[in-house]
């Protein structure tokens, strides 16, 4: 029986060190899209209010939109080049 107290039952691990590492990769379509434009046009609510920060409209593969700050998108992506397009074109 898992101990009640235990981190390892809410899906955390007690020691990093038996932690895996993995990479993973994922084509998607962005663009430029501060988070107020994409709430009101994406999401069709009123973000007048709110404050807008800098990033990007994603959309997977699967159809799912989402957005993305600036910081952690430009961590994880970068455009495709020319010659890596006819590779990926369906």
């Known amino acids: 029986m898992p101990d ?3 981190n390892v ?3 955390e691990c007690q020691d ?3 932690l895996k590492t993995y990479i993973g990769c994922k084509i998607i379509r962005a663009e430029p899209m501060d988070s107020r434009r994409f709430l009101e046009v994406e999401k069709g609510k009123d973000a007048s209010g ?3 920060r800098p990033g990007y409209k994603v959309i997977y593969p699967d159809g799912y939109v989402s957005w993305s700050p600036k910081d ?3 961590g994880a992506y970068r455009e495709v ?3 890596e397009k006819i590779l990926i074109l369906k």
């Open 4 to 6: 009640p107290n235990s």
């Open 9 to 11: 039952s809410k899906g």
């Open 50 to 52: 709110m404050e807008s």
């Open 72 to 74: 952690v998108f430009e």
């Open 81 to 83: 080049t020319g010659p």
């Open 16 to 18: 990093p060190v038996l």
